[in-house]
C-alpha cells in the first residue's frame, strides 16, 4: 500500500543554512533517513521543495484558468517536501513519519487511492 | 466475535455488515424454533458465511475489498472446505481462550490515533461494546444520524488509509490513548448526563465501560492506569443503588444507606487496585481510584483525601481538579477555608457543580442569602434531572 508523506513547517522557524554551524548535521539527519527508508525496501521516491514564495498557483474554475502567485493554501506551516512510500499499513506509514528528522512541524500521512480500484 | 470475524474475512465493513445480517436472521429463525444451545457458533457459522458471500461478490464484481490478498484467499478458501462443525468449535475456542486478545485488537482499532476522539468514543461503543446505534445515539446524547456518520467515515477511513487490526508497536502508547477512551465513556454513564431512560439507562453505559476496562485490563496486565481506572468504575458503581432516592434525586455520599452499596463490587475494585499499586507507577485513574476507595470507608480520612488530591493536581492541574481539592479541605479546615480556595480558581463560572460546591460551603458558613444565589445558579446550569432535583430540594429547604 501506498502513502504520501507531505511534510510541512513554519519558514519563520530558523532552520541552518548552508556553511552555517549545525548544517551538516541537519543534513545528515535528512540522508539517513534516506538510507533507512532504501534499506527498508519502500522507498518510491522524495524530493524536497523550494520555498513557498516560488510558488505559483494555477486554479481552474469551470473550464478556465487563471494564474497567481503563491501556494494554494496560505497556512502558517508550507509545504517542504515529500516522500512516496510503499508500507503494508498506516501504523507503517506513521512509523515513518514520526522518524522524519523534521525537528518542528508537521507530516500528513495520506494512502495513494489505489489503481486497481480501477 | 466482530474482532475474530474481521481477522477471518480481512474487512472491519464487510465483518460488521455480516454479523448484523447474522442477528437478524437469528431473531427470525429462533422467533419460530427457539434459541439453539450454542446460539453463539450458530450466529458466527451465519456471519462468516455471510462474509464471505459478500467477498465474493466483491471478488466478481473486480472490486478491491482486502487490503490483503492472502486474508481474502484464506477466508474464501476457508469457507469452501465448508465445515461447519469446524467453524462451531473455532468459535468455542475463542469464547475460551482468543476472546482477550482478539477483544483488545478491536479495542485499539476503535481508539486508533488516526481516529479523532469522538470517533474513538462512538466507534468503541459501538464495534467493541456492541451497542446499536440508537443505544450509542442515547448513550452520548447524539442524533442518530451524528452516530451513524460517524461510523460509516471511521469505517471508511479504516478501509482507505488500511489501519490495521493488530497488537501495535507502540502498544503502552496506544495502551494510554485507550484508558482515556474508556474513562470518557464511564464519564458519559456515570457523571455527565442521564441517558434517555427508554433505550438505555445510565447504569447500562457504566456497565458497559467496566466490561470494556476489564477486557482492556485482562489484556494488558502491565498497564496499571487502566486498572486504577477500573478499579475506579467499580468503586462508583457499587453505589449506584444508593445514589439516587425514590424520587430520583441525588443523594449526597455522606448521607447515603451504605447498606445499598455491592460489597462485592468494592471487594474487587480494592484488589484490582491493590496489583495496579504493586507496580509502582501511579497515575492520575490509579490516584482517583485511591480517593475513591477512601469514601468506601466506614469513616473518611480526610487528611488523606487532601493530600490525594494535591497528587492528583501535580498530575492533571485544571479547575475541576482544584474544586475537588477544596471540597475535601473544607472537612479538614472548615467551609471558610475552602470558600476561599473556591473563590480563587478560575475558569469554573458555567460548572454547576462549582456553584453547588459554593452554596453548600456558604450554607455551613451560615450566609444562606450567598447560598440560595449559588443554588440558583447551579440549578439554571444542571442538565441532570437527579441533580437538578436535589438543587431544588435544597433551595426549597432554605427558603423554608
Redo the contacts between chains.
Keep these: 500500500m501506498k502513502y504520501l508523506l507531505l511534510i510541512a513547517s513554519d519558514p519563520s522557524l530558523p532552520s541552518p543554512e548552508p556553511g552555517e554551524d549545525g548544517f551538516d548535521e541537519y543534513m545528515a539527519a535528512w540522508s539517513q533517513f534516506d538510507q533507512d527508508l532504501n534499506e527498508a525496501g519502500v522507498n518510491l521516491g522524495g524530493e524536497a521543495l523550494q520555498g513557498a514564495e516560488t510558488a505559483t498557483t494555477v486554479r481552474h474554475h469551470q473550464g478556465s484558468t487563471t494564474i497567481a502567485d503563491g501556494p494554494f493554501a496560505e497556512l502558517k506551516e508550507h509545504l517542504g517536501g515529500y516522500y512516496l512510500i510503499d508500507v503494508d499499513t498506516l501504523d507503517d506509514a506513521i512509523g515513518w513519519a514520526r522518524k522524519l528528522p523534521v525537528g518542528t512541524g508537521a507530516v500528513e500521512v495520506r494512502p495513494i487511492f489505489p489503481t486497481d480500484e480501477f | 466475535m466482530l474482532a475474530l470475524l474481521t481477522d477471518r474475512l480481512g474487512d472491519l465493513e464487510i465483518a460488521h455488515d455480516s454479523l448484523q445480517e447474522a442477528y437478524a436472521k437469528g431473531a427470525v429463525t429462533w422467533a419460530d424454533a427457539g434459541v439453539p444451545d450454542d446460539a453463539a457458533a450458530w450466529i458466527y457459522v451465519v456471519a462468516r458465511n455471510a462474509g464471505v458471500d459478500r467477498l465474493r461478490r466483491n471478488l466478481a464484481e473486480g472490486?478491491?475489498v482486502a487490503?490483503?490478498a492472502r486474508v481474502l484467499e484464506t477466508a474464501v478458501a476457508d469457507a469452501d472446505a465448508g465445515a461447519v462443525e469446524a467453524a462451531a468449535s473455532e468459535s468455542r475456542i475463542v469464547e475460551l481462550s482468543e476472546v482477550s486478545d482478539e477483544q483488545l485488537r478491536l479495542l485499539l482499532l476503535c481508539c486508533h490515533p488516526?481516529l479523532s476522539q469522538d470517533t474513538q468514543v462512538t466507534l468503541t461503543l459501538r464495534l467493541a461494546g456492541g451497542l446499536t446505534t440508537q443505544e450509542v445515539a442515547a448513550a452520548l446524547l447524539l442524533p442518530e444520524a451524528t452516530v451513524q456518520q460517524r461510523v460509516v467515515r471511521a469505517k471508511r477511513k479504516i478501509r482507505?488509509?488500511?489501519?490495521?487490526l493488530?497488537i501495535?508497536?507502540d502498544l503502552h502508547e496506544r495502551a494510554a490513548v485507550l484508558t482515556t477512551v474508556l474513562g470518557l465513556i464511564f464519564n458519559e454513564g456515570y457523571l455527565a448526563h442521564a441517558a434517555d431512560a427508554e433505550t438505555l439507562t445510565r447504569a447500562d453505559v457504566a456497565d458497559q465501560a467496566i466490561r470494556l476496562t476489564a477486557t482492556a485490563a485482562d489484556a494488558l496486565p502491565d498497564e496499571p492506569e487502566l486498572a486504577g481506572l477500573l478499579a475506579l468504575q467499580l468503586f462508583h458503581r457499587s453505589r449506584e443503588a444508593a445514589r439516587t432516592d425514590r424520587d430520583g434525586a441525588l443523594v449526597r455520599l455522606a448521607d447515603q444507606d451504605r447498606e445499598l452499596w455491592d460489597r462485592a463490587m468494592i471487594g474487587r475494585g480494592f484488589r484490582v487496585l491493590a496489583e495496579a499499586m504493586a507496580q509502582r507507577r501511579l497515575g492520575p485513574w490509579q490516584v482517583q481510584a485511591l480517593i475513591a476507595a477512601e469514601h468506601t470507608r466506614t469513616s473518611t480520612n480526610w487528611p488523606r483525601v487532601v493530600r490525594y488530591h494535591d497528587l492528583l493536581l501535580t498530575m492533571n492541574p485544571g479547575p475541576v481538579a482544584r474544586l475537588a481539592r477544596a471540597v475535601a479541605v473544607a472537612e479538614v479546615e472548615g467551609p471558610e477555608a475552602a470558600l476561599v480556595e473556591v473563590d480563587q480558581i478560575e475558569g469554573l463560572e458555567s460548572y454547576h457543580l462549582a456553584h453547588a460546591a459554593r452554596a453548600d460551603l456558604w450554607e455551613r458558613v451560615g450566609d444562606h442569602a450567598e447560598a440560595l444565589r449559588a443554588w440558583d445558579r447551579a440549578a439554571a446550569l444542571a442538565t441532570n434531572p437527579a441533580e437538578i432535583h436535589y438543587v431544588e430540594r435544597r433551595i426549597s429547604a432554605l427558603q423554608r
Excluded at chain 2, 482507505?160 to 490495521?164: D, G, H, L, Q
Design positions: 472490486r478491491r487490503t490483503n488516526a482507505a488509509a488500511n489501519i490495521p493488530v501495535p508497536e
